[in-house]
Nanobody, 123 residues
Framework: QVQLVESGGGLVQAGGSLRLSCAASGRTFSLYNMAWFRQAPGKEREFVAAISWSGSSTYYADSVKGRFTSSRDNAKNTVYLQMNSLKPEDTAVYYC????????????????WGQGTQVTVSS
């Protein structure tokens, strides 16, 4: 199982940007498809973005498409989520997840999770 640690969250004004990082350790990171999810208070965890093991494929939730970009550096065992044009409705705890099938978007599809990082967007 891979261990994941997110960082980069914080408080930002609407329209601003943040870059989240997810550092992995344990088994071979480059073999894993990775994903980002988020969970706002009182809501279910929802899919945000995913990236294939090679980085050649990415896909996004409609709510973030065109604003968020996922990338990875397998040499650094790290996946990133660049978030631009942030909106108050993006406020949530953001989680990275590993070890899911290609194009998976359901939390139950992923075997490893980080502890989450809080993103708060003020209006």
């Amino acid at each position: 199982q891979v261990q994941l640690v997110e960082s980069g969250g914080g408080l930002v004004q609407a329209g601003g940007s943040l870059r989240l990082s997810c550092a992995a350790s344990g088994r071979t990171f480059s073999l894993y498809n990775m994903a980002w999810f988020r969970q706002a208070p009182g809501k279910e965890r929802e899919f945000v973005a995913a990236i294939s093991w090679s980085g050649s494929s990415t896909y996004y939730a409609d709510s973030v498409k065109g604003r968020f970009t996922s990338s990875r550096d397998n040499a650094k065992n790290t996946v990133y989520l660049q978030m631009n044009s942030l909106k108050p409705e993006d406020t949530a705890v953001y989680y990275c997840a590993a070890d899911g099938p290609a194009e998976a978007t359901m939390p139950a599809d992923f075997g490893s999770w980080g502890q989450g990082t809080q993103v708060t967007v003020s209006s």
